[in-house]
């Protein structure tokens, strides 16, 4: 991992709840609705997170125009992210 992404790292691994959306998000294209009920949050808090992670650049919504119904997705910087902490949490 890029030396770089180090902040976004402890950003992320501070809040299992971003923790639970990424790994949610792994591979897969949600909605927050979606997310909620996989994870077993309230929507409200998804939509919290997924606003913190998209302004770090760690999730994208890909239909910017649409406020209902908004497809996220992991940016590379997130997918990075989230194969550094799975990788560590093996050793």
Do not use: H, W
């Amino acid at each position: 991992m890029e030396k770089k992404y180090i902040d976004e790292l402890g950003f992320v691994k501070i809040s299992e709840q971003r923790q639970k959306i990424m790994r949610d998000l792994k591979n897969k294209l949600k909605i927050p609705t979606e997310i909620a009920k996989s994870t077993n949050m309230s929507v409200s808090e998804v939509s919290r997170s997924l606003k913190t992670l998209k302004d770090k650049e760690i999730v994208i919504f890909l239909n910017e125009d649409k406020r209902i119904g908004r497809v996220y997705s992991l940016t590379e910087k997130g997918k990075e992210i989230l194969n550094c902490i799975e990788k560590y949490e093996m050793v």
